[in-house]
């Protein structure tokens, strides 16, 4: 066994490997300790499960039942928006200031949030996942500033989203439709979105059961090993 049970939470060990996201708890808690290591994060991302923890804990690797989601071609871009996509207020760029927007999604002020969660060492390990290929970020410039952004992972047929941010209205709005209509374009079957926000619910998300999305990262994953 590569893991033991403590106090009801699993303990990871230096192993490779995941428990099964079933034995995650009612609020998507599946484990702690671990690493944040290349290796170990694409195998969680493949597996449905993400970390999320605070400065002064052990990592934690979560699996929410349900699960929220965006089908790309189910992207809702309201009039108002429509027409922000069309006046050229805003340029979109890919992958120019990683750093930049991992920084500025850690800083960012947000309701009910007292600190952030993307940590230093959550910071320095996306940035080594860009590095090695498989972080991706979207960048929103206003007048040759950055005013907005998203970053995530990026699987090949899902877009694991991490974090966005905006400083001015309408930023990360823009950051996300432009993300949705590109991953749409290339047959990305879904956006992982982790949880529920009113936010993400106003822009097509929806709740999928766990199952059902354990199924289509299987899926993908087999498509992807045979080529």
């Not at 804990?57 to 071609?73: E, G, N």
């Not at 979105?193 to 994953?221: V, W, Y």
């Amino acid at each position: 066994m590569s893991y033991e049970q403590e106090n009801s939470l699993i303990v990871l060990s230096d192993a490779l490997v995941f428990p099964s996201v079933e034995n995650a708890n009612y609020e998507g808690l599946l484990a702690a300790g671990g690493d944040l290591s290349v290796e170990r994060l694409l195998l969680a991302y493949k597996s449905g499960i993400f970390p999320w923890f605070n400065d002064d804990a052990l990592i934690l690797w979560w699996s929410p039942d349900p699960r929220m989601v965006l089908y790309p071609h189910k992207i809702k871009v309201s009039k108002s928006m429509r027409k922000v996509l069309r006046d050229g207020r805003f340029r979109l760029t890919k992958n120019t200031c990683f750093k930049a927007v991992i920084d500025a999604c850690s800083s960012i002020e947000r309701e009910d949030q007292d600190g952030t969660w993307i940590t230093q060492k959550m910071k320095n390990a996306y940035l080594l996942m860009h590095e090695k290929g498989f972080a991706t970020s979207y960048e929103v410039w206003e007048n040759d500033v950055l005013v907005g952004g998203l970053y995530g992972i990026d699987l090949g047929s899902v877009f694991c989203g991490e974090s966005m941010f905006s400083t001015v209205s309408n930023a990360s709005k823009f950051a996300f439709i432009k993300l949705a209509q590109e991953l749409e374009g290339k047959n990305y079957k879904l956006i992982d979105c982790q949880i529920h926000t009113d936010h993400l619910e106003s822009l097509g998300a929806e709740e999928i059961p766990r199952n059902e999305f354990i199924k289509i990262l299987q899926t993908e994953n087999k498509l992807e090993n045979r080529e």
